[in-house]
Nanobody
Framework: QVQLVESGGGLVQAGGSLRLSCAAS????????VGWFRQAPGKEREFVAAISRNGGNRDYSDSVQGRFAISRDSAKNTVYLQMNSLQPEDTAEYYCAAVSSSRYSLYRRREQYDYWGQGTQVTVSS
């Protein structure tokens, strides 16, 4: 069982930055591909970014490409989402998710992930 804990959310003005963290409870976190998703009120949870278990492959949604960066620190069992040039439409609850995977795999669909965190709120004011 993998427990994921997100942190780093908050209130920021448009154009600002935040860095979200996703800390895992297992030492073997490098066996897991990780994704970030977000859900705004009244909307479905949507894919934001993903990173392969070895950190070598990354994937981003079109809406965040060039503004967000996903990375992982194996020594800290943590995956990060650096969010720059934030806009009001980025306001949402952000979730990280993990799935045991092959070395280079990436996943965009919610149903492909087995473990989820509780979420962290990001609010961007205009």
């Amino acid at each position: 069982q993998v427990q994921l804990v997100e942190s780093g959310g908050g209130l920021v003005q448009a154009g600002g930055s935040l860095r979200l963290s996703c800390a895992a409870s297992v030492r073997t976190f490098t066996n897991y591909a990780v994704g970030w998703f977000r859900q705004a009120p009244g909307k479905e949870r949507e894919f934001v970014a993903a990173i392969s278990r070895n950190g070598g492959n990354r994937d981003y949604s079109d809406s965040v490409q060039g503004r967000f960066a996903i990375s992982r620190d194996s020594a800290k069992n943590t995956v990060y989402l650096q969010m720059n040039s934030l806009q009001p439409e980025d306001t949402a609850e952000y979730y990280c998710a993990a799935v045991s995977s092959s070395r280079y795999s990436l996943y965009r669909r919610r149903e492909q992930y087995d473990y989820w965190g509780q979420g962290t709120q990001v609010t961007v004011s205009s």
